[in-house]
């Protein structure tokens, strides 16, 4: 019961002017996957990425390529 996860259902994102960007923490190692805005530099979190699954699953939801992605530290 508490260990389903529940699947996310495909968002639509306007990605006009947004760049995708996977954060990661050079302490602990912690992941985010999200858009950043290029005039503002402004980042936006949608998900956390635990496994090589939730980066996928980012990757299908927001319909992004992976040479699309840039990794920040």
């Excluded at 002017?17 to 005039?39: L, M, Y």
């Amino acid at each position: 019961m508490f260990w389903n996860r529940k699947k996310r259902v495909k968002t639509t994102y306007d990605k006009t002017g947004k760049v995708p960007v996977i954060r990661s923490s050079i302490c602990t190692g912690e992941q985010v996957a999200g858009f950043r805005d290029e005039t503002t530099g402004k980042f936006q979190e949608l998900m956390l990425i635990r496994t090589d699954s939730d980066y996928q699953e980012f990757l299908r939801l927001y319909e992004v390529e992976e040479n699309e992605v840039r990794r920040e530290w």
